[in-house]
């Protein structure tokens, strides 16, 4: 209960002196504008690069994928073709 009372005459002190020191209020977030824009921008700009850092491996990481199903075919294309060559070579045995 004592912390929600502070609460109230915090914020009551808070609104008269806001009321009383207004200029000076404004000069303060006159002044933290621009850092503020700064700040937002450069938050900005990291955001933006670690993005497209993920688009990349993940580009990548697809790559790599169809890279290994590739070779994969390209093992069972080898394999279905040795049989096939074999199966040539019993032909013309058996022809012979």
């Known amino acids: 209960m004592s912390l929600l009372i502070g609460g109230v005459i915090s914020a009551i002190l808070g609104l008269i002196s806001l009321i009383f020191c207004w200029s000076d209020f404004m000069t303060i977030v006159k ?16 955001v933006g690069i670690d993005e497209l ?20 075919e390209i093992e069972l294309v080898k394999a279905q073709a ?15």
Do not use: C, H, M, N
């Open 53 to 72: 850092q993920e688009k990349i491996r993940e580009e990548r990481q697809r790559q790599e994928e169809k890279l290994v199903k590739a070779q994969e």
């Open 31 to 46: 002044g933290s504008f621009p850092i503020f824009l700064l700040l937002g921008g450069a938050l900005a700009v990291y």
């Open 82 to 96: 040795e049989r096939y060559k074999e199966e040539l070579d019993k032909l013309k045995e058996t022809k012979q």
